[in-house]
């Protein structure tokens, strides 16, 4: 196995949608996975931000640069424009000041690629409207008594929140997955992904076009 293919399924797209040589802050970057294949492979100049101590001890190890903080608290402390791609992957989810923390990565990064469960995939629907039951899942993996998650969206939803929050979806790749492997769905992705990955801009200045997949 290549080590692309170590990692989980929306980091090998994530990864794909990120340009050689970029600056790359990863958001809740956990082990480093991302960072380290970023690093090593695209020739990315990468940073971390991390809550849990174990996430930074093996950041720490592979030799990546991570700072341990609550992203509930913002990125107040980085300028802006520091990065030219600030991701976000399955960490949407649990985050309680999600407002405030997309706002400051589009501030703080040129773009956002952000990853997260749908929770509006039909086996969700269907678990919860006919057994009565909580969704679980391979992109939720969690008992509603011990998940972390304190949001639950769908891609409709997702669309909703970036256009209030006066954002720009540049790109929407909706994705089935099935034992960390991703297959693109085109046709009712609300309905039938898993999983989906967005790129995310601020809006532009008015006058200027744009568009919204």
Excluded at 8 to 37: M, N, Q, T, Y
Excluded at 132 to 152: A, I, K, Q
Excluded at 160 to 171: D, K, P
């Amino acid at each position: 196995m290549t080590p692309a293919e170590l990692l989980r399924a929306d980091l090998r797209l994530i990864a794909d949608l990120v340009p050689e040589g970029s600056r790359v802050l990863d958001l809740g970057c956990g082990d480093g996975a991302l960072l380290e294949h970023l690093r090593d492979r695209r020739g990315c100049q990468v940073r971390g931000i991390e809550i849990s101590l174990s996430g930074v001890t093996t950041c720490a190890r592979r030799g990546l640069p991570v700072l341990q903080t609550d992203l509930d608290e913002g990125l107040k402390d980085l300028p802006g424009g520091s990065f030219d791609i600030v991701v976000l992957s399955q960490t949407l989810q649990e985050v309680r000041n999600l407002r405030l923390l997309l706002a400051e990565m589009v501030r703080v990064g040129t773009k956002a690629i952000i990853s997260y469960p749908n929770f509006g995939h039909y086996t969700s629907r269907l678990r919860l409207g006919l057994r009565g039951r909580m969704p679980v899942s391979e992109t939720l993996p969690y008992e509603w008594y011990d998940t972390p998650n304190v949001h639950y969206t769908t891609i409709t939803d997702f669309r909703a929140l970036c256009r209030t929050t006066g954002l720009v979806i540049r790109q929407e790749i909706a994705l089935r997955v099935r034992e960390n492997r991703a297959r693109p769905v085109r046709f009712a992705p609300n309905l039938r992904a898993d999983l989906a990955v967005a790129v995310v801009t601020r809006a532009p200045d008015e006058g200027t076009s744009s568009f919204c997949l």
